[in-house]
C-alpha cells in the first residue's frame, strides 16, 4: 500500500511563496512519475504539475508556469512544489499524486494516477 503525504500548506499574502513538500511510502517511488493537482471550492481538480521519475522532465500548467517548480529528491522520497508570487486564485487544497504505470503523455490527465494524498490546504489572501 502506498502512502502520500503532503505538508506546507497554509496562509500566505498575495506575491508570498510556500513550499509543499509530499513522502512517498512507495519503495519503487524512484521508477514513478509524480504529480500536484489541486482542487477549489466548487470546481474539478486540475493538473499543476509533474515531474518524471528521474527528474529530468517537468510540465506545469499555463496558470502557474514561471511562478511554480516541482523537484523531487529520490533519496528521501519526497516531491516538492515550490510556490512563488502566490495569487489569490491559486488558494486551493493542492494534493499530490503518484503514476504506477508509467505515461507521461498521461500525466495532466487525474485518472492516470493510482495513488493520491489527502491533500493540504493553501490560502492566499489578497
Known amino acids: 500500500q502506498v502512502q502520500l503525504v503532503e505538508s506546507g500548506g497554509g496562509l500566505v499574502q498575495a506575491g508570498g511563496s510556500l513550499r509543499l513538500s509530499c513522502a512517498a511510502s512507495?519503495?519503487?517511488?524512484?521508477?514513478?512519475?509524480m504529480g500536484w493537482f489541486r482542487q477549489a471550492p466548487g470546481k474539478e481538480r486540475e493538473f499543476v504539475a509533474a515531474?518524471?521519475?528521474?527528474?529530468?522532465?517537468?510540465d506545469y500548467a499555463d496558470s502557474v508556469k514561471g511562478r511554480f517548480t516541482i523537484s523531487r529528491d529520490n533519496a528521501k522520497n519526497t516531491v516538492y512544489l515550490q510556490m512563488d508570487t502566490l495569487k489569490p486564485d491559486d488558494t486551493a487544497v493542492y494534493y499530490c499524486a503518484l503514476m504506477r504505470i508509467q505515461n507521461w503523455a498521461g500525466t495532466r490527465t487525474p485518472a492516470n494516477y493510482a495513488y493520491w494524498g489527502r491533500g493540504t490546504q493553501v490560502t492566499v489572501s489578497s
Open positions: 512507495a519503495r519503487s517511488f524512484n521508477n514513478n512519475h
Open positions: 515531474i518524471s521519475w528521474g527528474g529530468t522532465t517537468t
